[in-house]
C-alpha cells in the first residue's frame, strides 16, 4: 500500500489551479507544444542542468512538451516514456530554466502529458508515474499525483514488483491513475 506523502488535489481542485495559471502565462507569451527534432539539444541542456547529469540525453524511445517565449527556443521540458504494450507513462523529467521557475510553467506541462500520451498510443493512458525531490512534492500533489515519502516503494499497475526510487536525489514517487482530464 501506497502511503502519500502529499494527499492530491481533487480532480476540480487541479483544473482551477491549471485554469488560473495559464492564462497569466499566455498573456506573457509563453507557448507549449509537441518538441520537434531541432529541441534536442535544448532539452537536453534543461535536463542535464536540472539533473546535475553532464551526460543525459533524450532516447528515441521518450516524447516531450516544451514551453517557448519569444524565439520558440524551449525554456521548459517534460520528458515521458510510453509503454506500447501498456497504458502507463513515466514522467521522467520536467524541467525549467532556472530564470522562468516559480510561474507555473511546470505545473502547465504536467497537464499537457496526458494528451500527449493519449496521442502517441491512440488510446488513453490509465497510469502516470515518476520521481522526484521532496521539495518538489508538493507541485506535483497541487496537480493531482500522489506523492509517497522518500524512499517508499511503488508497485505499478501490470507489476507484482514493488519498485524503488533509484535516484537519491528524487526519492520520493509520484503517481496518478486516470490522468488528468
Same mark, same amino acid.
Given at each position: 500500500m501506497n502511503?502519500?506523502?502529499?494527499?492530491?488535489a481533487?480532480?476540480l481542485?487541479?483544473? #482551477?489551479h491549471h485554469?488560473v495559471v495559464?492564462?497569466?502565462? !499566455?498573456?506573457?507569451g509563453?507557448r507549449w #507544444?509537441?518538441?520537434m527534432?531541432?529541441d534536442r539539444?535544448?532539452?537536453?541542456?534543461?535536463?542535464?542542468?536540472?539533473?546535475? &547529469?553532464p551526460?543525459w540525453s !533524450?532516447?528515441?524511445?521518450?516524447h516531450?512538451?516544451?514551453?517557448t517565449l519569444?524565439?520558440d527556443?524551449? !525554456?521548459?521540458a517534460a520528458?515521458?516514456t510510453?509503454?506500447? &504494450?501498456?497504458?502507463?507513462?513515466?514522467i521522467?523529467?520536467?524541467?525549467?530554466?532556472?530564470?522562468?521557475?516559480?510561474?507555473? !510553467?511546470?505545473?502547465?506541462?504536467?497537464?499537457?502529458?496526458?494528451?500527449?500520451?493519449e496521442?502517441?498510443?491512440a488510446?488513453?493512458?490509465?497510469?502516470?508515474?515518476?520521481t522526484?525531490?521532496?521539495?518538489?512534492?508538493?507541485?506535483y500533489?497541487r496537480c493531482?499525483y500522489?506523492v509517497?515519502?522518500?524512499?517508499?516503494?511503488?508497485?505499478r499497475?501490470g507489476?507484482?514488483t514493488?519498485?524503488?526510487?533509484t535516484?537519491?536525489?528524487?526519492?520520493? $514517487?509520484?503517481?496518478?491513475?486516470?490522468? $488528468?482530464r
Open positions: 502511503t502519500p506523502l502529499h494527499p492530491p481533487t480532480t481542485e487541479a483544473i #482551477r485554469t495559464v492564462g497569466p502565462l !499566455i498573456e506573457a509563453y #507544444r509537441t518538441a527534432p531541432q539539444h535544448a532539452i537536453d541542456h534543461l535536463i542535464r542542468t536540472a539533473t546535475g &547529469n551526460s !533524450i532516447t528515441t524511445r521518450q516531450a512538451t516544451v514551453a519569444g524565439d527556443t524551449p !525554456i521548459a520528458v515521458i510510453v509503454d506500447p &504494450n501498456s497504458v502507463a507513462v513515466t521522467d523529467h520536467i524541467a525549467v530554466d532556472v530564470e522562468h521557475r516559480g510561474r507555473g !510553467i511546470a505545473t502547465v506541462l504536467l497537464h499537457t502529458i496526458p494528451h500527449i500520451a496521442e502517441i498510443l488510446s488513453t493512458p490509465t497510469h502516470y508515474a515518476g522526484c525531490p521532496p521539495q518538489a512534492a508538493t507541485l500533489a493531482g500522489t509517497t515519502p522518500p524512499g517508499q516503494p511503488l508497485t499497475p507489476t507484482a514493488p519498485q524503488h526510487p535516484d537519491p536525489a528524487r526519492p520520493c $514517487w509520484f503517481y496518478q491513475h486516470n490522468g $488528468w
